[in-house]
């Protein structure tokens, strides 16, 4: 009989090239030349590095970084494509953005050369290893990195590439991702920066509507670093500013909601859909007066734009999400206006899809003057074809979706023709 084989764990693949750097002349060049960088940010002349001897050089550049390690936490439900995704990006983005762009000091400098240069300077610094000549330039040099505040700026870098990463793969009625980070020894004398991902499952509370029982999901932020996992909260002031008592309430949202966003923001990519809650529902939270009085939430972009409006209830200490209004309803500012301006219904708009974000990008507004007159001219809505991370941005208009809402318009304002018979006798 064969005999049996073990079925070999699939690895987590990895970007591209080189992740383990040799220490060798090559690295070592390398490290001078960020150091020489870092120096310039800092306000230092980089010829003070030449008051070391090679071989106290050296030994500031002897602990090794790697790239940070993204794993998922023990013990935690993580699928591997986010481990994977999350990976990759950090990577990428300590690759290719700046630092300080004007000396061409990427992250990765940071990462790899500037941690450890910077932790060899304040271990020697502390423990005055140098002769009176070098230890002042030591002293001078941790002053300096100090006062830049160099290694919390890198490492708070890192930490905004996995919360961005992390915030497009939670989803408020499943789980909600977060992260731990610490520095690890690889193998001698390589240290690197390892990422946890760990999970949450979210939490629910029933609530009623309209005589209806429904369920709601806790909006959170995952853990991470030192903080705990963060329910969402909003200032019952913030809603109602003449409210005699303050109070926070949890933020909930509903599947329904989550549903009509999907529907109705039909432009965004479904991964950013989690930022967009995020942001309106828990950092900006931008509350604003719907038609009929009533405050809604407003739905913005990375960009600080609006592209709909949530409507929600509270029940106690709670405010529950109950769907998402788009911007082309009668029950918000903007759809209102729209409305009383193009003297349409909520039928019409539902009939020519103007409560899909899709209509500002099939529709060739150029070739129909009423509307881009009131929608373009007088609400300032052509912001919406360059929303944060759209999938249809650079697709050409629906010509067939054109002329069906040109024709739409052109029986409206055209007066209906009335057809006279003629008044004739037979014999």
């Known amino acids: 009989m064969p ?3 073990k079925k070999a764990k699939k690895q ?3 970007l591209g090239g080189e992740w383990s750097i040799k220490m060798s002349k090559n690295y070592f060049d390398q490290c001078y030349a960020v150091v020489r960088k870092m120096l310039r940010h800092a306000g230092l002349d980089p010829g ?4 070391l001897t090679k071989r106290q050089k050296q030994d500031l550049c002897r602990f090794g970084m790697e790239y940070p390690r993204v794993r998922p936490e023990p013990g935690h439900s993580v699928p591997r494509q986010y481990v994977r995704y999350t990976q990759n990006t950090l990577v990428h983005q300590l690759n290719t953005r700046f630092f300080d762009e004007s000396l061409g000091l990427t992250h990765k400098d940071m990462c790899i050369y500037g941690l450890s240069f910077i932790y060899a300077v304040q271990e020697t610094c502390e423990k005055q290893t140098f002769p009176p000549p070098q230890h002042e330039i030591i002293a001078r040099l941790d002053a300096a990195f100090t006062e830049q505040d160099m290694v919390r700026k890198t490492y708070m870098y890192i930490i905004g590439c996995i919360k961005q990463s992390l915030w497009l ?10 992260f731990t980070m610490e520095v690890k020894a690889v193998h001698a004398p390589w240290m690197s920066i390892c990422i946890s991902i760990v999970e949450h499952k979210c939490r629910t509370r029933h609530f009623s509507c309209h005589n209806e029982r429904h369920t709601g999901y806790l909006l959170a932020m995952g853990q991470s670093l030192g903080e705990e996992y963060r329910p969402a909260t909003i200032s019952l002031k913030k809603i109602y500013p003449n409210a005699k008592r303050d109070r926070q309430l949890n933020i909930y949202i509903q599947a329904h909601a989550i549903h009509r966003f999907k529907e109705r923001i039909n432009t965004v990519f479904p991964i950013m859909r989690n930022q967009f809650f995020l942001i309106s529902l828990m950092l900006e939270q931008q509350v604003v007066q719907g038609a009929g009085g009533h405050p809604l939430i407003a739905c913005i972009t990375p960009n600080r734009e609006i592209i709909g409006y949530f409507a929600f209830t509270i029940e106690n200490d709670n405010l529950f999400v109950l769907t998402l209004l788009p911007l082309l309803s009668p029950d918000v500012p903007e759809g209102s206006v729209c409305c009383e301006r193009l003297n349409i219904t909520t039928e019409d708009m539902k009939y020519l899809g103007m409560d899909k974000l899709s209509f500002f990008y099939d529709v060739d507004f150029d070739r129909i003057p009423v509307l881009k007159k009131v929608l373009i001219e007088e609400l300032g809505l052509g912001y919406i074809r360059n929303i944060y991370h759209s999938f249809k941005s650079d697709r050409d208009f629906d010509e067939k979706k054109t002329l069906f809402v040109k024709n ?3 029986n409206l304002e055209e007066p209906p023709v009335e057809l006279t ?4 006798t037979v014999e």
Do not use: A, H, T
């Not at 018979?421 to 004739?424: G, I, L, Q």
């Open 421 to 424: 018979v003629p008044d004739e």
């Open 48 to 51: 003070l590095l030449d008051g």
């Open 12 to 14: 987590i693949p990895r």
């Open 408 to 410: 739409f318009f052109r």
């Open 3 to 5: 005999k049996s084989r």
């Open 169 to 178: 793969f939670s989803q408020p009625n499943f789980r909600v991702y977060g």
